[in-house]
């Protein structure tokens, strides 16, 4: 008898022992798809620091280019200023020939002349 019941309750502890594999089998199964999320979210947490870097670059590269335009610009019209001033401002009145060939040290003004505005109730003609 003592055999039968020995038996008896090593097939109740096998039987208990099944039950909690499956369960533990259950939990794996279930945990599992749950670390391979928690993976993946970490994958694209550090790709979305990565893409946000690449931005702030491109944005500092962007301001960089605009300066650059923005220098160009300035000096094209710097150079369009120096090349289109006045037939009157290039030529001497008395010798009728280019400043330049009058005077080699001669070099044109860096921004636009200014005109002296004469007002007309002044009695004298030149102030």
Do not use: Y
């Amino acid at each position: 008898m003592i055999h039968v019941t020995v038996f008896r309750d090593k097939l109740c502890i096998q039987a208990s022992q099944r039950r909690v594999e499956r369960k533990l089998k259950d939990i794996i199964v279930t945990l599992d798809p749950e670390s391979n999320q928690h993976a993946k979210q970490d994958q694209l947490s550090l790709r979305v620091k990565a893409l946000k870097r690449q931005l702030d670059e491109s944005e500092g590269e962007v301001e960089r280019l605009e300066g650059v335009r923005r220098k160009a610009l300035r000096d094209l019209e710097e150079q369009q200023e120096l090349h289109c001033w006045p037939k009157s401002q290039h030529w001497s009145l008395r010798s009728g020939r280019c400043i330049r060939c009058v005077d080699p040290s001669w070099a044109p003004p860096t921004s636009a002349p200014r005109t002296r505005m004469v007002s007309m109730t002044t009695a004298s003609p030149l102030s």
